[in-house]
Protein backbone atom coordinates (compact mmCIF):
# COMPACT_ATOMS: atom_id res chain seq x y z
CA UNK A 1 0.00 0.00 0.00
CA UNK A 2 1.40 3.30 -1.02
CA UNK A 3 -0.57 6.38 0.39
CA UNK A 4 -0.49 9.60 -0.42
CA UNK A 5 1.91 12.27 0.52
CA UNK A 6 0.77 16.00 0.02
CA UNK A 7 3.98 17.78 0.38
CA UNK A 8 2.73 21.86 0.36
CA UNK A 9 5.26 24.48 -0.75
CA UNK A 10 4.35 28.11 -0.12
CA UNK A 11 6.46 30.83 -2.03
CA UNK A 12 6.08 34.44 -3.35
CA UNK A 13 8.47 36.18 -5.47
CA UNK A 14 11.48 33.94 -4.57
CA UNK A 15 11.60 31.77 -8.28
CA UNK A 16 15.19 30.51 -7.61
CA UNK A 17 14.33 28.92 -4.76
CA UNK A 18 10.65 27.51 -5.45
CA UNK A 19 12.73 25.95 -8.76
CA UNK A 20 15.30 24.58 -6.14
CA UNK A 21 12.43 23.43 -4.01
CA UNK A 22 10.43 21.66 -7.01
CA UNK A 23 13.80 19.58 -8.09
CA UNK A 24 14.36 18.30 -4.57
CA UNK A 25 10.54 16.96 -4.58
CA UNK A 26 10.69 15.69 -7.93
CA UNK A 27 13.90 13.82 -6.99
CA UNK A 28 12.44 11.93 -3.60
CA UNK A 29 11.86 7.89 -5.16
CA UNK A 30 8.44 7.56 -3.17
CA UNK A 31 5.75 7.09 -5.99
CA UNK A 32 2.62 8.94 -4.34
CA UNK A 33 3.21 12.34 -4.12
CA UNK A 34 1.12 15.36 -4.84
CA UNK A 35 2.92 18.61 -4.61
CA UNK A 36 0.88 21.69 -3.64
CA UNK A 37 2.15 24.74 -4.54
CA UNK A 38 0.39 28.28 -2.41
CA UNK A 39 1.99 31.60 -4.23
CA UNK A 40 0.92 34.78 -2.96
CA UNK A 41 0.53 36.46 -6.17
CA UNK A 42 4.16 36.42 -7.44
CA UNK A 43 5.14 38.96 -10.00
CA UNK A 44 8.68 38.40 -10.56
CA UNK A 45 8.41 34.68 -12.74
CA UNK A 46 7.78 32.38 -9.58
CA UNK A 47 4.16 32.12 -11.04
CA UNK A 48 5.42 31.32 -14.64
CA UNK A 49 7.67 28.40 -13.47
CA UNK A 50 4.71 26.86 -11.07
CA UNK A 51 2.55 26.69 -14.60
CA UNK A 52 5.32 25.58 -16.82
CA UNK A 53 6.07 22.68 -13.80
CA UNK A 54 2.35 22.12 -13.53
CA UNK A 55 2.36 21.59 -17.14
CA UNK A 56 4.67 19.02 -17.01
CA UNK A 57 3.61 17.03 -13.72
CA UNK A 58 -0.04 17.18 -14.73
CA UNK A 59 -2.26 16.39 -11.55
CA UNK A 60 1.38 15.84 -9.67
CA UNK A 61 1.41 19.21 -8.71
CA UNK A 62 -1.43 21.74 -7.82
CA UNK A 63 -1.23 25.04 -7.10
CA UNK A 64 -3.21 28.43 -6.16
CA UNK A 65 -1.77 32.13 -6.98
CA UNK A 66 -3.62 34.71 -5.10
CA UNK A 67 -3.08 37.25 -2.04
CA UNK A 68 -2.61 35.69 1.16
CA UNK A 69 -2.60 37.15 4.74
CA UNK A 70 1.27 35.91 5.66
CA UNK A 71 2.63 32.54 5.92
CA UNK A 72 -0.03 30.44 8.38
CA UNK A 73 -2.82 31.46 5.94
CA UNK A 74 -0.78 29.99 3.11
CA UNK A 75 0.05 26.72 4.76
CA UNK A 76 -4.04 26.35 5.82
CA UNK A 77 -4.83 26.97 2.48
CA UNK A 78 -2.40 24.08 1.00
CA UNK A 79 -3.62 21.53 4.02
CA UNK A 80 -7.26 22.32 2.77
CA UNK A 81 -6.09 21.85 -1.14
CA UNK A 82 -4.58 18.59 0.15
CA UNK A 83 -5.74 15.04 -0.73
CA UNK A 84 -3.23 13.35 0.69
CA UNK A 85 -3.27 10.70 3.73
CA UNK A 86 -0.40 12.25 5.02
CA UNK A 87 0.56 15.74 4.52
CA UNK A 88 3.75 17.76 5.22
CA UNK A 89 5.46 20.46 3.91
CA UNK A 90 8.63 21.70 2.23
CA UNK A 91 10.19 24.89 2.34
CA UNK A 92 13.83 24.12 2.36
CA UNK A 93 15.66 20.67 1.20
CA UNK A 94 15.34 16.89 1.73
CA UNK A 95 18.55 15.34 2.53
CA UNK A 96 18.32 12.55 0.14
CA UNK A 97 16.15 10.95 -2.19
CA UNK A 98 14.38 8.12 0.02
CA UNK A 99 13.21 10.81 2.89
CA UNK A 100 9.28 10.46 1.92
CA UNK A 101 9.88 6.55 1.43
CA UNK A 102 11.39 6.83 4.76
CA UNK A 103 8.41 8.52 6.32
CA UNK A 104 5.83 6.71 5.17
CA UNK A 105 7.75 3.26 5.97
CA UNK A 106 8.18 4.36 9.53
CA UNK A 107 4.46 5.21 9.97
CA UNK A 108 3.07 1.95 9.01
CA UNK A 109 5.57 -0.29 10.46
CA UNK A 110 4.94 1.77 13.85
CA UNK A 111 1.11 2.12 13.42
CA UNK A 112 1.77 6.11 14.15
CA UNK A 113 -0.08 9.09 13.22
CA UNK A 114 3.15 10.96 12.37
CA UNK A 115 6.78 10.99 11.74
CA UNK A 116 9.66 13.56 12.53
CA UNK A 117 13.52 13.14 12.60
CA UNK A 118 16.61 15.79 12.82
CA UNK A 119 17.50 18.21 10.82
CA UNK A 120 20.20 20.72 9.70
CA UNK A 121 20.44 24.81 9.66
CA UNK A 122 22.33 25.36 6.14
CA UNK A 123 23.91 28.61 5.18
CA UNK A 124 24.87 27.61 1.24
CA UNK A 125 26.54 24.15 2.26
CA UNK A 126 27.93 24.99 5.49
CA UNK A 127 26.22 24.07 8.34
CA UNK A 128 25.62 26.31 11.32
CA UNK A 129 23.31 24.62 13.42
CA UNK A 130 21.79 20.99 14.53
CA UNK A 131 19.31 19.86 15.76
CA UNK A 132 18.59 16.73 17.67
CA UNK A 133 15.71 16.51 19.95
CA UNK A 134 15.00 13.16 19.33
CA UNK A 135 11.51 11.97 21.37
CA UNK A 136 10.29 13.47 24.28
CA UNK A 137 7.48 15.24 25.98
CA UNK A 138 5.92 18.88 25.07
CA UNK A 139 5.99 19.64 28.51
CA UNK A 140 9.78 19.14 29.42
CA UNK A 141 10.38 21.97 26.35
CA UNK A 142 10.74 18.89 23.78
CA UNK A 143 9.28 19.71 20.29
CA UNK A 144 9.97 18.47 17.07
CA UNK A 145 11.59 20.24 14.58
CA UNK A 146 8.40 21.57 12.74
CA UNK A 147 9.83 21.05 8.93
CA UNK A 148 10.44 17.35 9.27
CA UNK A 149 7.07 16.75 10.61
CA UNK A 150 4.60 14.62 8.82
CA UNK A 151 0.86 13.65 10.13
CA UNK A 152 -1.81 11.96 8.69
CA UNK A 153 -4.63 13.95 7.21
CA UNK A 154 -6.89 12.38 10.52
CA UNK A 155 -4.55 14.81 12.81
CA UNK A 156 -5.58 17.64 11.04
CA UNK A 157 -9.23 17.31 10.84
CA UNK A 158 -9.36 16.55 14.66
CA UNK A 159 -7.21 19.30 15.96
CA UNK A 160 -7.29 21.86 13.29
CA UNK A 161 -5.20 24.00 11.61
CA UNK A 162 -2.69 26.82 12.18
CA UNK A 163 -3.71 29.86 14.17
CA UNK A 164 -3.22 32.84 12.10
CA UNK A 165 -3.28 35.41 14.74
CA UNK A 166 0.20 33.86 15.72
CA UNK A 167 3.28 36.21 13.64
CA UNK A 168 5.75 33.61 14.60
CA UNK A 169 5.01 30.45 16.47
CA UNK A 170 1.86 29.07 14.94
CA UNK A 171 4.13 25.92 13.98
CA UNK A 172 4.96 25.90 18.00
CA UNK A 173 1.44 26.32 19.16
CA UNK A 174 0.04 23.51 16.62
CA UNK A 175 2.08 21.04 17.89
CA UNK A 176 1.53 22.11 21.63
CA UNK A 177 -2.03 21.23 20.52
CA UNK A 178 -1.48 18.13 19.41
CA UNK A 179 1.20 16.79 21.73
CA UNK A 180 0.04 17.44 24.72
CA UNK A 181 -2.11 14.94 25.46
CA UNK A 182 -0.25 11.81 24.50
CA UNK A 183 -3.20 11.07 21.83
CA UNK A 184 -1.15 11.56 18.55
CA UNK A 185 1.87 9.09 18.58
CA UNK A 186 4.86 9.83 16.45
CA UNK A 187 7.74 7.78 14.98
CA UNK A 188 11.41 9.18 15.27
CA UNK A 189 13.55 9.13 12.45
CA UNK A 190 17.21 9.19 14.18
CA UNK A 191 18.91 11.12 11.05
CA UNK A 192 18.96 14.23 8.91
CA UNK A 193 15.96 14.52 6.56
CA UNK A 194 16.04 18.23 6.12
CA UNK A 195 18.24 20.56 4.95
CA UNK A 196 16.89 24.36 6.32
CA UNK A 197 17.68 27.47 4.57
CA UNK A 198 19.39 29.65 7.81
CA UNK A 199 17.44 32.95 8.39
CA UNK A 200 14.08 32.28 8.25
CA UNK A 201 10.91 33.68 9.94
CA UNK A 202 11.90 31.72 13.10
CA UNK A 203 15.87 31.95 12.94
CA UNK A 204 16.34 35.47 11.77
CA UNK A 205 18.07 37.19 15.15
CA UNK A 206 17.83 38.09 18.53
CA UNK A 207 14.45 39.76 18.28
CA UNK A 208 12.78 36.63 16.61
CA UNK A 209 13.94 34.31 19.55
CA UNK A 210 12.06 37.19 21.82
CA UNK A 211 9.23 37.14 20.07
CA UNK A 212 9.13 33.29 19.55
CA UNK A 213 9.36 32.99 23.43
CA UNK A 214 6.44 35.22 24.45
CA UNK A 215 4.29 33.54 21.58
CA UNK A 216 5.29 29.94 22.89
CA UNK A 217 4.11 31.09 25.93
CA UNK A 218 0.79 32.59 24.95
CA UNK A 219 0.53 29.00 23.15
CA UNK A 220 1.25 27.51 26.01
CA UNK A 221 -1.37 29.21 28.43
CA UNK A 222 -3.69 29.01 25.75
CA UNK A 223 -3.62 25.25 25.90
CA UNK A 224 -3.85 24.94 29.55
CA UNK A 225 -0.11 23.81 29.87
CA UNK A 226 0.95 23.90 33.35
CA UNK A 227 4.10 25.70 34.56
CA UNK A 228 3.74 27.61 31.23
CA UNK A 229 6.41 30.05 31.80
CA UNK A 230 9.10 26.86 33.00
CA UNK A 231 8.49 24.82 30.16
CA UNK A 232 8.54 27.50 27.97
CA UNK A 233 12.12 28.90 29.37
CA UNK A 234 13.34 24.89 29.18
CA UNK A 235 11.85 24.96 25.16
CA UNK A 236 14.06 27.98 25.02
CA UNK A 237 17.56 25.85 26.61
CA UNK A 238 17.27 23.21 24.30
CA UNK A 239 16.56 25.45 21.26
CA UNK A 240 20.20 27.31 21.91
CA UNK A 241 21.51 24.22 23.04
CA UNK A 242 21.60 23.17 19.32
CA UNK A 243 23.99 25.63 19.20
CA UNK A 244 26.32 24.08 21.56
CA UNK A 245 28.66 20.69 20.92
CA UNK A 246 29.43 19.71 16.93
CA UNK A 247 31.47 21.44 14.61
CA UNK A 248 30.47 23.85 11.78
CA UNK A 249 31.05 21.75 8.69
CA UNK A 250 29.88 21.04 5.05
CA UNK A 251 27.00 19.29 4.37
Known sequence: MTPKVSIITTTYNDVANFERILACVNAQDYPNIEHIIVDGASTDGTLDAIRKAAGERGEKLRYVSEPDH?????INKGIRMAGGDIIGMCFDAYANPHVISDMVRAM??????????DLNYVDGDRIV???????????????????????????????GLYKEDYK???????MIRILKDGN???????????????????????KNYI??????????????VRFAFLVECLRMVRVLMQFMGHEKGAI
Open 168 to 174: IAADYEF
Open 184 to 206: VKLSYIPKVLINMFYGGTSTGGL
Open 129 to 159: RKWRMGQGSIRTGWMPGHPTLYLKKEVYETY
Open 211 to 224: DSFFEGLRALRENH
Open 70 to 74: GIYDA
Open 108 to 117: QDEGTDGVHG
